[in-house]
C-alpha cells in the first residue's frame, strides 16, 4: 500500500514521507509518539498509514473498528504549524471537505457532508475524523488529523448498518485504496493552503457549504439533554453552524458543544 502511494501521490509536500505498519494500535497513538520524539524538518506533513488498527479511535471514546485490507486509517501530522490552536479545530471540517471531494473523483458518485465533518453517501457515514493538538506556549506543537474511510468494506455489525457504508457497498465497485487516500491528501493540501490564507474557512466556505448535506434542512440540536429544532443556514468562517429558529433567531452552533441530528434520520 505503502509503495504504490508513494508512487501515484502529486502533492508539493503533504504526505511526502509515509510511514508504514500492517498493524498498529492506533494512528493517532503512534503519530503522537513520532511527533513527540521528532522534528518540524523531519515530519511536518507526514503520514502514518496502517493496514489495520487493534484500538481504532472514534470520538466520543467510542471504538473504530479497523479490520485489514479493506479500509484507510491514517494520519497526517502538521509540525508547529502556524496557526492559532483556536482555528485548529476547523482543521477537522477542511478535512471533511477534502474526503467528500475525493471520494466523489473517485467514484462518480456524489458524496455530501454532514456537519461537522462526518462524509455521508446515500444518507450513511464512510468516513470518521479526530483531530489531536498539543500546544506548547501558545502556539500547537503538532497536530494530527486522524482519518478512517470505509473503502471495501462488505459488512458492518448490526447496530451500525443503518449508519454505516463503504464506497464499495455504493457503488458495486471495489475501489483501489491508494486512489482514494491520494486523491485526499492532494484535495487537503490544496484546502490547507487556501486555509492558511485567512487562518479560516472563508476561501472554503462555499465548497463546504455546496456539499453540506444539512443546508437548509431541519436539524434537531441536541444540548446537556436539552433538544431543541431549526433550520440550519450554512456555516461562519470559523465551521460553526448557522440555526435559524422559529423566531427568525439565528443560532451559532459549536462543534463539540451541541450534537446535530436530522430531522427523522442520521442525517
Ligand atoms: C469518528 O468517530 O467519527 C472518528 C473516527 C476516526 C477514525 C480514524 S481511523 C485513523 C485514525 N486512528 C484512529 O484510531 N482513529 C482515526
Not at 17 to 41: C, D, L, M, N, Q
Not at 43 to 68: C, H, N
Not at 100 to 128: F, H, L, R, Y
Not at 242 to 267: A, D
Amino acid at each position: 500500500m505503502q509503495k504504490e502511494l508513494e508512487k501515484q501521490l502529486q502533492t508539493r509536500w503533504m504526505g511526502k514521507k509515509v510511514f508504514y505498519r500492517e498493524e498498529t494500535e492506533s494512528t493517532i497513538t503512534w503519530a503522537k509518539e513520532a511527533a513527540k520524539a521528532g522534528s518540524r524538518e523531519e515530519l511536518d506533513g507526514a503520514l502514518f498509514l496502517a493496514e489495520a488498527q487493534t484500538g481504532g479511535k472514534g470520538r466520543m471514546g467510542r471504538v473504530w473498528t479497523s479490520p485489514p485490507g479493506q479500509n484507510i486509517y491514517m494520519n497526517l501530522l502538521l509540525m508547529e504549524p502556524e496557526i492559532s490552536p483556536m482555528n485548529a479545530a476547523s482543521l477537522t471540517l477542511v478535512m471533511g471537505l477534502s474526503v467528500a471531494q475525493a471520494a466523489t473523483e473517485v467514484t462518480g458518485k456524489k458524496a455530501g457532508i454532514k456537519w461537522p465533518n462526518d462524509v455521508v453517501m446515500s444518507g450513511k457515514k464512510i468516513c470518521g475524523i479526530l483531530t489531536e493538538m498539543q500546544i506548547s506556549g501558545n502556539m500547537p506543537k503538532y497536530i494530527t488529523i486522524g482519518v478512517g474511510i470505509n473503502v471495501n468494506q462488505k459488512e458492518f455489525p448490526e447496530e451500525l448498518q443503518d449508519k454505516a457504508t463503504s464506497l464499495m457497498l455504493e457503488t458495486g465497485e471495489i475501489l483501489v485504496r491508494e486512489e482514494v487516500a491520494v486523491k485526499t491528501l492532494e484535495y487537503f493540501e490544496k484546502n490547507y493552503e487556501k486555509f492558511l490564507e485567512t487562518q479560516d474557512l472563508s476561501r472554503l466556505k462555499a465548497e463546504y457549504e455546496a456539499l453540506l448535506l444539512n443546508q437548509n434542512q431541519p436539524v434537531r440540536l441536541i444540548e446537556k439533554g436539552v433538544e431543541s429544532r431549526g433550520i440550519a443556514r450554512g456555516i461562519t468562517e470559523k465551521g460553526e453552524l448557522l440555526v435559524e429558529f422559529e423566531t427568525g433567531e439565528i443560532r451559532k452552533v459549536l462543534s463539540g458543544e451541541v450534537s446535530v441530528r436530522g430531522l427523522y434520520s442520521y442525517v
